[in-house]
């Protein structure tokens, strides 16, 4: 169990070493929050859910998310629509024409079924990019989205499968990607088919239907180096993705939707996949567009936890979420000879072996962004806690999300995003106040007992035993 009491809101902020602006992140049940950087709340968008999609600001004052969730006794973790309100909440923008739904005791509704991750046309990633300003009153958008279907090479039993898709801003559905269709293109072993045969991640919503890939992050690639160079597989209109359930990393070809460029569900097959290590239901796959630092780079965030189809264990006995791992990582690395280029592990963060506990873990959610000084925005999902860091690894601001869930629990954050004060035209820029550090070993309740030490004892090491 975490601790009871832990401070909350910006916990350390070093204005000059920071990339600053405004921050949009959506706790679980509340919302989407607007927070400069001293964690002043400069809007709350109540109703505008964020989960299990993130919130988005356009410039303008604009920000996406969704009005409402399907009933999860009948669907998994989708959304009815995809929305843009502007800075006063007014509705401008709206998708759901996707399937039109009838579960049992509710109405016949047209739902998007969106779900993770969208993008807006003008922008790759969702976040802010030198001269790269996503379109707020016309262009086509991205969608991860959900479709009931069987697929026999996989499994006899009913998938939940992900397929992306891109709308024109009238609504009209212009492309489409069915993620199962391309299964015998990522090079799963026979040992994983069998597990997917078996348990295709069964879940429990509107009976047993099988999250065989839980897609969980979608963009385009954008204008980038590899491509000028020649190589095919990285043209900025080519989409990456990551599955977490099944560990891979993948770029599909918009043209003819096959996969291009792979890496998992298992990193066993090349020198290179063994060096960069076992990936672990990865989020925020993306390559860091052109006018960032790190440009044509993969940026991700490399969950740990449990994940995977293969060999059973003595963690996964019947050979599901085989691959384990107690720690997370954000990793950089080149896409085509796939060194490691950054990475934020407890090593390099000077917080000792991971495996003796570290400072970076959350299972799911989680995202990093990297910002125009070089800095990365990291979300630690599971804890709600958003922090950035230098290159060389100093953290220079930290946020604790202070809002809680439906009854009193603990809210985490599925991902966080760090755009200019430009962006919101509706207020003046705030006042950026450092909040120093605090010595955690001097910090105490107010009102507690003061701490005091009645002795101290330095045990005599190296001296021979006294002899009775």
Not at 10 to 32: H, L, M, S
Not at 229 to 245: C, K, L
Not at 340 to 352: D, M
Not at 370 to 395: C, D, M
């Amino acid at each position: 169990m975490p601790p009871t009491i832990y401070p909350t809101g910006t916990t350390i902020y070093e204005p000059d070493k920071c990339w600053n602006g405004y921050t949009v992140f959506q706790p679980r049940d509340t919302g989407a929050i607007l927070i400069d950087m001293n964690g002043n709340v400069v809007n709350h968008w109540i109703g505008l859910m964020g989960f299990p999609s993130p919130n988005k600001i356009l410039p303008g004052g604009y920000v996406m998310g969704n009005s409402r969730a399907r009933d999860p006794e009948y669907g998994f973790q989708d959304n009815v629509d995809l929305i843009q309100v502007d800075w006063e909440g007014n509705i401008v923008w709206r998708f759901d024409k996707y399937e039109l739904i009838r579960d049992p005791h509710h109405r016949p509704t047209w739902m998007a079924r969106q779900h993770h991750d969208f993008q807006r046309e003008g922008n790759p990633v969702g976040y802010y990019v030198p001269g790269m300003e996503p379109l707020v009153d016309k262009g086509n958008t991205l969608l991860a989205c959900h479709k009931n279907l069987k697929n026999p090479d996989i499994s006899d039993k009913l998938l939940v499968d992900d397929t992306v898709i891109e709308v024109t801003w009238e609504g009209n559905i212009v492309w489409e990607w069915i993620c199962s269709d391309h299964f015998n293109e990522m090079g799963f072993s026979e040992e994983a088919r069998n597990v997917l045969s078996r348990n295709p991640g069964i879940i429990k919503a509107g009976g047993a239907m099988g999250d065989w890939m839980h897609l969980n992050s979608v963009s385009m690639l954008g204008p980038n180096k590899w491509f000028r160079a020649g190589d095919g597989r990285f043209h900025p209109d080519n989409i990456i993705w990551s599955g977490r359930e099944t560990n891979i990393m993948a770029i599909l070809d918009k043209k003819t939707g096959r996969i291009v460029w792979q890496i998992g569900p298992d990193y066993v097959g090349t020198n290179a996949w063994q060096k960069l290590g076992q990936i672990i239901g990865p989020h925020h796959v993306h390559m860091i567009p052109e006018g960032l630092p790190g440009e044509g780079n993969i940026l991700v965030f490399d969950n740990g936890g449990w994940a995977g189809y293969g060999a059973p264990n003595p963690g996964s006995p019947a050979g599901r979420r085989n691959a384990l791992r107690d720690y997370s990582r954000v990793l950089e690395f080149n896409p085509v000879t796939l060194d490691v280029v950054w990475q934020y592990p407890a090593q390099e963060a000077g917080f000792g072996m991971p495996v003796l506990g570290s400072k970076l873990y959350s299972p799911l959610m989680s995202s990093a962004q990297r910002l125009p000084n070089g800095n990365t925005l990291i979300t630690e999902g599971n804890s709600g806690r958003i922090f950035e860091v230098t290159a060389e690894h100093e953290t220079v601001w930290e946020y604790i999300n202070p809002y809680h869930g439906k009854k009193g629990i603990h809210s985490g954050v599925y991902r966080a995003y760090r755009v200019p004060y430009s962006w919101i035209p509706q207020v003046e820029p705030p006042e950026e106040k450092a909040v120093p550090r605090i010595d955690n070993s001097r910090f105490r309740v107010p009102g507690a007992p003061r701490h005091s030490v009645k002795k101290v004892t330095r045990v005599k090491i190296g001296r021979r035993p006294a002899l009775r």
